[in-house]
């Protein structure tokens, strides 16, 4: 296997002119697209202080690939995973309490509740599985990010004040998601409180009581004293039944991260919400774009678990980094394997990010032009006197390799300021400086910005520099 000059360079973070020239010390010739020698790599490396291994191949660094269906005989009954939504004031954060307080510690004596994200409680020898992120943001973020982790929405309707704004977004996004939706009319306890009246305005979105010929289950309740709630619960497990939500514990673990942070003691802490298989202490696992081994796992009640089944939230420590709320998870057969496939996912992200606002400089040139990515090399032009303005913008509009040229859309006398910097970033252009320096504000532009300024004193030397970059034969600089 070999690499070429700017491969390798990526390889070692670092840029390709100094790994040329790192080569040319060593007494290797090489242009920037030119493929090495293993010896020529091997030297480099070691220079850097970097082992060479062998690459292990990586096809499955998609991790949709690890999300596979089930055969019917493999498959089991498990949780259902459920999301509160709701307007803000209407009782979300007070029900997903109640739930948790009237519910977990039932024959769990001793648990001591932890928030991790998530929860699970038990109703008629089944358990029902809560995200503990109520409102729509985290639930629609999740989904953004192609992760489907609700099996049921319940939105949350104050009886005293009605449909509003945000109850509607969240029955938008529940419809989105195609989950089935449950009606908690909340604060029933209250004087002012009128059912009737949410049924009657949620009419509108085709949410419509069985009393009045419709399917949506609407359950009168009080967050606050706790009435309502079993009937509440009792409707999850009835919904879930309904929709058969199935999984098989034997086999690697996949899922969705709910939430993670940096923790000072334990490094990266991250709930892993298992949406199939089960996770186990010591499994290896690729999370994100990160990657590691399972070194502790924690259940909602701050117990140390050594497994974690379908529907389980459980935080785990032993990543490499943090990953993202709604980032997926999948366990790998070994360690070896899932390094590689989360340092290569990390790659192409970190490759993503930067060909998304990916400026030309005269190092990637080349290659987005032969990414057919550059049609024209844009280019602002500075000197110190208007006649070495034109005659440079003469002889630079000449140039043209492979069908791309060079287009000079700002020229002017005077040292380079912060209005030419924007105007280059706004037009992806470089900055070409003759006898002239960026003043102070455009070099902090430059570099917010990053902009590419090349500043130089012989005419010559200006068009040979952009004529090689174009050609991928840049000079290395001394
Ligand atoms: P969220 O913004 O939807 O999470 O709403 P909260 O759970 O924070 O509740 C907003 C306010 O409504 C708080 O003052 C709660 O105490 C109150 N509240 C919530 N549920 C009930 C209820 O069933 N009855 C009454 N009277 N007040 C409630």
Known sequence: ESLTVAELAKKLHREPSEVIKKLFMLGVMATINQDLEKEAI?????DYGVEVEEEILVDNTDLDTYFTEDDEGSVEERPSV???????????????????????????AGGITQHIGAYQVTVDGKK?????TPGHAAFTTMRARGAQVTDIAIIVVAADDG?????????????????????????MDKEAANPDR????????????????????????????????????????????????KANPNRNAIGTVIEAQLDKGRGSVATLLVQNGTLRVGDPIVVGNTFGRVRAMVNDLGRRVKDAGPSTPVEITGLNDVPQAGDRFAVLDDEKTARAVGESRAQQALQAQRSEKSRVSLDNLF??????????????????????????????????????????????????????ISLAAASNAIVIGFNVRPDVNAKRAAEAEDVEIRLHRIIYNVIEEIESAMKGMLDPEF
């Open 42 to 46: 091997e030297l480099i490396a070691t």
């Open 163 to 187: 449909v509003m704004p945000q109850t509607v977004e969240a029955i938008n996004h529940a419809k989105a998601a195609e989950v089935p939706i449950i009606i908690a009319v909340n604060k």
């Open 367 to 420: 290659e987005q032009m032969k990414q057919g990515e550059m049609k024209e090399l844009n280019l602002v032009l500075k000197a110190d006197v208007q006649g070495s303005v034109e005659a440079l913008a003469a002889s630079l509009q000449k140039i043209e390799v492979e069908g791309v040229n060079v287009k000079i859309i700002h020229t002017g006398a005077g040292a380079i300021n912060e209005s030419d």
């Open 128 to 132: 029902i599985t809560f995200l503990d």
């Open 82 to 108: 459920v999301t509160i939504m709701g307007h803000v004031d209407h009782g979300k954060t007070t029900l997903l309490d109640s739930i948790r307080n009237t519910k977990v510690t039932e024959g769990e």
């Open 198 to 245: 949410v049924m009657q305005e949620l009419t509108e979105y085709e949410l419509v009581p069985e009393a009045w010929g419709g399917d949506t289950i609407f359950v009168p309740l009080s967050a606050l004293s706790g009435d309502g709630i079993d009937d509440l619960l009792e409707m999850i497990v009835l919904v879930s039944e309904v929709e058969e939500l």
